[in-house]
């Protein structure tokens, strides 16, 4: 398989913090991979790493073969789209012009929408459960549906690789599993990788075929969701005791607290 991103001996610091410290990882074209980690782990600062956003201290960052810390903002979106975890938007911004956006990598600086942008921004927003809400200002929608727009905006964008920042945060259970459902669809039509920065374990295992729980900001364990999540690694990393089973729909890991003791009922 052809590698999307690749990461060389990465190192990056806020400061004299050292966040990521010498990681190596390849990522294929595709793969859906999920990075897990206790709240710190470094996930949000690998996902800025590989989208450009931030640069290493030390190492190179591929992405689709190009360095993406040496190409232009520009042509940076023609290959990442980018869904933040709470990202600031233009509060008098209408959802559709917002998920429009998603369309400026693919137009000139004097080039008005086509009939095509806009027939894609709409297709984003009906798969997005969002369409109703076109004609919405960003401040006067939830989160959870701002979430839902920021994916319709990196889907309008049609870049091969997405990056995604906990993009289920702001969702209830039945949206939840609707966006991660959208995720993997929408990987099915794009050439590169999906990566999605997650705290749900089990929701991630059942939706990626890869996971990379990072720990103080090194990869500490990467595979399969069945090789990742064991009660041992859980233990190490985030110093929680955990039970494994098996989902009843496809087997994925779920992964079930143990407390000393649990409150009786009558």
């Known amino acids: 398989m052809k590698i999307g991103i690749s990461l060389n001996n990465i190192r990056f610091s806020y400061g004299k913090n050292d966040v990521i410290k010498n990681v190596d990882l390849e990522i294929s074209n595709r793969e859906i991979v999920s990075l897990v980690g206790p709240n710190g782990a470094g996930k949000t ?14 190492g190179k960052v591929y992405v689709m073969g190009k360095q993406i810390g040496e190409i232009s903002p520009r042509s940076r979106a023609r290959i990442v789209s980018t869904v933040p975890q709470n990202p600031r938007v233009p509060q008098n911004l209408k959802l559709s012009e917002f998920v429009m956006l998603g369309r400026n990598a693919h ?37 959870g549906e701002l979430q839902r727009g920021m994916l319709a905006l990196a889907l309008a964008q049609e870049s091969p690789v997405m990056l995604l920042d906990e993009p289920t945060s702001n969702l209830d259970l039945s949206h939840q599993s609707k966006m991660m459902s959208l995720i993997a669809n929408s990987h099915e039509s794009r050439v590169g990788p999906t990566i999605i920065g997650i705290h749900d374990l089990t929701l991630a295992a059942r939706y990626s075929n890869r996971m990379i729980l990072v720990s103080e900001g090194k990869v500490f364990a990467d595979g399969t969701p069945e090789e990742v999540l064991t009660p ?31 409150p009786q009922t009558k």
């Open 107 to 143: 137009l000139s600086l004097t080039q008005w929408e086509s009939n095509e942008d806009i027939q894609i921004v709409k297709e984003a927003l009906e798969v997005t459960d969002t369409l109703n809400l076109k004609d919405r200002h960003l401040g006067k929608i939830s989160g």
């Open 232 to 262: 041992a690694n859980i233990k190490e990393a985030y110093g929680a005791e955990v039970a494994i089973i098996p989902h009843p729909e496809g087997g994925s890991p779920v992964v079930l607290p143990v407390f000393n003791s649990y």
């Open 45 to 58: 600062t690998l996902l800025k790493l590989m989208g450009g956003l931030l640069n290493p201290s030390h």
